[in-house]
Protein backbone atom coordinates (compact mmCIF):
# COMPACT_ATOMS: atom_id res chain seq x y z
CA UNK A 1 0.00 0.00 0.00
CA UNK A 2 1.14 3.34 -0.99
CA UNK A 3 2.23 5.55 1.91
CA UNK A 4 1.22 9.25 2.32
CA UNK A 5 2.83 12.85 1.55
CA UNK A 6 3.99 14.12 4.26
CA UNK A 7 4.84 17.85 2.85
CA UNK A 8 7.85 19.80 4.24
CA UNK A 9 7.27 22.87 6.17
CA UNK A 10 8.53 26.55 4.10
CA UNK A 11 11.27 27.14 6.81
CA UNK A 12 12.76 24.16 7.16
CA UNK A 13 16.20 22.37 5.86
CA UNK A 14 17.04 19.33 5.99
CA UNK A 15 20.73 18.67 6.11
CA UNK A 16 22.85 15.82 6.54
CA UNK A 17 26.23 14.86 5.85
CA UNK A 18 28.00 11.53 4.72
CA UNK A 19 31.18 9.82 4.15
CA UNK A 20 32.68 9.19 0.43
CA UNK A 21 30.86 6.21 0.41
CA UNK A 22 27.26 8.29 1.18
CA UNK A 23 27.23 6.98 5.02
CA UNK A 24 25.83 8.81 7.17
CA UNK A 25 27.78 11.26 9.67
CA UNK A 26 26.10 13.73 10.32
CA UNK A 27 22.01 14.25 10.62
CA UNK A 28 19.92 17.59 11.87
CA UNK A 29 17.09 17.92 14.02
CA UNK A 30 14.76 18.01 10.89
CA UNK A 31 16.24 15.18 9.26
CA UNK A 32 15.26 12.68 11.75
CA UNK A 33 11.63 14.41 11.79
CA UNK A 34 10.70 14.09 8.33
CA UNK A 35 12.36 10.25 7.81
CA UNK A 36 11.30 9.28 11.34
CA UNK A 37 14.30 7.72 12.08
CA UNK A 38 16.63 8.72 15.21
CA UNK A 39 19.80 9.97 14.74
CA UNK A 40 21.44 7.06 16.19
CA UNK A 41 19.60 4.73 13.59
CA UNK A 42 20.78 7.37 10.82
CA UNK A 43 24.49 7.27 11.69
CA UNK A 44 27.04 5.21 10.28
CA UNK A 45 23.61 4.07 7.41
CA UNK A 46 23.84 4.44 3.56
CA UNK A 47 21.88 7.75 2.60
CA UNK A 48 19.84 5.31 0.34
CA UNK A 49 18.43 4.04 3.52
CA UNK A 50 15.12 6.98 2.68
CA UNK A 51 15.54 5.99 -0.93
CA UNK A 52 11.94 5.89 -2.44
CA UNK A 53 11.40 3.51 -5.43
CA UNK A 54 9.66 5.62 -7.05
CA UNK A 55 12.79 7.63 -7.69
CA UNK A 56 14.68 6.82 -11.30
CA UNK A 57 18.08 5.52 -11.39
CA UNK A 58 18.89 8.28 -13.80
CA UNK A 59 18.53 10.66 -11.51
CA UNK A 60 21.37 9.40 -9.05
CA UNK A 61 23.42 8.35 -12.02
CA UNK A 62 23.49 12.05 -12.78
CA UNK A 63 24.10 13.35 -9.16
CA UNK A 64 26.79 11.03 -9.12
CA UNK A 65 28.36 12.06 -12.52
CA UNK A 66 28.27 15.98 -10.68
CA UNK A 67 30.06 15.26 -7.33
CA UNK A 68 32.39 13.18 -9.04
CA UNK A 69 33.65 15.77 -11.19
CA UNK A 70 33.50 18.23 -7.83
CA UNK A 71 29.67 19.96 -8.86
CA UNK A 72 27.11 20.76 -7.02
CA UNK A 73 24.01 18.91 -7.72
CA UNK A 74 20.17 20.35 -7.23
CA UNK A 75 17.62 17.64 -7.71
CA UNK A 76 13.91 17.06 -6.75
CA UNK A 77 13.95 13.99 -4.84
CA UNK A 78 10.97 11.96 -3.73
CA UNK A 79 12.52 10.12 -0.15
CA UNK A 80 10.14 7.20 2.06
CA UNK A 81 10.14 7.71 5.57
CA UNK A 82 10.64 4.92 8.13
CA UNK A 83 7.01 4.56 8.58
CA UNK A 84 5.81 3.82 4.73
CA UNK A 85 5.40 7.35 3.69
CA UNK A 86 7.26 10.23 1.80
CA UNK A 87 8.29 13.47 1.56
CA UNK A 88 9.46 15.58 -1.46
CA UNK A 89 12.34 17.34 -1.57
CA UNK A 90 14.62 20.04 -3.56
CA UNK A 91 17.65 18.65 -2.74
CA UNK A 92 21.42 20.43 -2.93
CA UNK A 93 24.27 18.13 -2.92
CA UNK A 94 27.88 18.87 -2.97
CA UNK A 95 31.60 17.98 -1.99
CA UNK A 96 32.93 18.73 1.11
CA UNK A 97 36.13 19.63 0.43
CA UNK A 98 39.58 19.63 2.79
CA UNK A 99 42.91 20.79 1.30
CA UNK A 100 41.71 20.09 -2.23
CA UNK A 101 40.39 17.14 -1.73
CA UNK A 102 36.82 15.97 -1.29
CA UNK A 103 36.29 14.06 1.52
CA UNK A 104 32.40 13.59 1.92
CA UNK A 105 29.09 14.74 0.87
CA UNK A 106 26.42 17.66 2.10
CA UNK A 107 23.13 17.34 1.60
CA UNK A 108 20.38 20.50 2.43
CA UNK A 109 16.86 20.07 0.97
CA UNK A 110 14.09 22.04 1.12
CA UNK A 111 10.55 22.52 0.19
CA UNK A 112 9.91 21.87 -3.07
CA UNK A 113 7.41 24.06 -5.25
CA UNK A 114 4.32 22.31 -5.99
CA UNK A 115 3.74 23.49 -9.95
CA UNK A 116 7.81 21.93 -10.25
CA UNK A 117 6.62 18.78 -8.56
CA UNK A 118 3.50 18.73 -11.40
CA UNK A 119 6.31 18.81 -13.72
CA UNK A 120 8.79 16.16 -11.70
CA UNK A 121 6.35 13.82 -11.02
CA UNK A 122 5.36 12.23 -14.66
CA UNK A 123 8.79 13.20 -15.98
CA UNK A 124 9.96 10.55 -13.11
CA UNK A 125 7.63 8.00 -14.29
CA UNK A 126 8.38 7.86 -17.59
CA UNK A 127 11.38 7.42 -16.70
CA UNK A 128 11.12 4.83 -14.46
CA UNK A 129 8.67 3.09 -17.51
CA UNK A 130 11.99 3.57 -19.24
CA UNK A 131 14.12 1.65 -17.18
CA UNK A 132 11.79 -1.26 -16.47
CA UNK A 133 12.10 -1.87 -20.53
CA UNK A 134 15.64 -1.90 -19.98
CA UNK A 135 18.95 -4.25 -18.43
CA UNK A 136 20.55 -2.56 -15.23
CA UNK A 137 23.09 -1.47 -17.15
CA UNK A 138 21.43 0.80 -19.53
CA UNK A 139 18.51 1.60 -16.92
CA UNK A 140 20.50 5.01 -15.81
CA UNK A 141 21.74 6.20 -19.25
CA UNK A 142 18.60 5.55 -21.37
CA UNK A 143 16.60 7.09 -18.44
CA UNK A 144 18.97 10.23 -18.37
CA UNK A 145 18.83 10.56 -22.21
CA UNK A 146 14.51 11.00 -21.97
CA UNK A 147 15.18 13.75 -19.36
CA UNK A 148 17.73 15.64 -21.33
CA UNK A 149 15.24 15.61 -24.18
CA UNK A 150 12.93 17.11 -22.41
CA UNK A 151 15.43 19.84 -20.86
CA UNK A 152 17.56 20.54 -23.80
CA UNK A 153 14.80 22.29 -25.52
CA UNK A 154 14.50 24.97 -23.05
CA UNK A 155 17.58 24.99 -21.28
CA UNK A 156 21.18 24.55 -21.66
CA UNK A 157 21.74 22.10 -18.53
CA UNK A 158 20.30 20.11 -16.55
CA UNK A 159 20.94 22.65 -13.30
CA UNK A 160 19.50 25.23 -15.43
CA UNK A 161 16.08 23.14 -15.74
CA UNK A 162 15.77 22.18 -12.51
CA UNK A 163 16.18 25.88 -10.76
CA UNK A 164 13.96 27.05 -13.61
CA UNK A 165 11.07 24.97 -12.06
Known amino acids: MPGNEVSLSENDLIVSKTDLQSLITYANAEFCNYSCYTLDELLGQPHNLIRHEDMPRGVFQLMWEHLKREEEFFGYIKNRRKDGDYYWTL ?4 PVM ?3 ECIGYISVRRQPKRTALNII ?4 SRMLAVESRMNREQQAATSIQLMQQMFSREHESYAEFILSL
Open 91 to 94: ANVA
Open 98 to 100: SNR
Open 121 to 124: EPLY
